[in-house]
């Protein structure tokens, strides 16, 4: 019985390529009936972002020097990707980009418990679907709880830090591997693909990694 393929995926939720691609690789995944086990990992976007968060559109521009009007026709672009894959961007002039490095320690903790998962798509859809304040600790600890996660142990987890080294050491180790932008995903533990890369792209890619594993 062939084992299943090791899908690494370096990610922030602050990133909607990150879901969009992840969606994309789904349906391929799904199409091809590759048997598969997806392990996510840490990458700060923005680890400077001070503990308020700012402004997405504002952020946007400052760091790609982008036009309202670009940063407009670009969120069209991603609702529309989101809307044929099934999820659900509902950006406003108010969104917020959020510093995720207590995000990420609740990941790790979730993950622990075989959760990551369940607990890295239910924040995607809270960020980018139900604008939830991602900065505040108790938002954090609702989210955990409502995918039926230990509420008082999630605010526990965050407020100790118990888990601030293992995701400095685990961002550290994609880094060095030359990780510098998301979603990143490695394929059997060898093939890099970086970006959303299309349902086709991914359906071809996972074609070629079946190829070389017969």
Not at 89 to 99: G, V
Request: charged letters at 20%.
């Amino acid at each position: 019985m062939t084992e299943p393929l090791r899908i690494d995926i370096v990610s922030d939720v602050m990133c909607p390529w990150c879901i969009i691609g992840y969606r994309q690789l789904s349906a391929a995944l799904e199409a091809s009936g590759t048997a598969h086990e997806v392990h996510w990992h840490p990458f700060e976007l923005n680890p400077q972002m001070p503990a308020e968060g700012q402004n997405t559109r504002e952020h946007i521009m400052e760091k790609y020097g982008s036009t309202p009007e670009q940063s407009e026709q670009s969120r069209q672009q991603m609702k529309a990707l989101g809307d044929s894959l099934g999820f659900d961007f509902a950006w406003t002039d108010d969104s917020r980009m959020h510093n995720t490095f207590n995000t990420h320690q609740l990941l790790h903790w979730a993950d622990t418990q075989g959760r990551r998962h369940d607990l890295k798509m239910a924040l995607f859809t809270a960020h980018f679907t139900d604008q939830r304040n991602l900065s505040d600790d108790n938002v954090l600890a609702d989210i955990a709880a409502e995918i039926g996660l230990n509420r008082e142990e999630a605010l526990a987890v965050l407020d100790d830090q118990r888990f601030a080294n293992d995701v400095r050491a685990a961002e550290t180790f994609w880094q060095q591997q030359g990780i510098s932008g998301v979603p990143a995903v490695v394929f059997d533990r060898k093939h890099l693909v970086t970006g959303a890369q299309g349902v086709e792209n991914y359906t071809n890619i996972l074609s070629q990694i079946a190829k070389l594993k017969s």
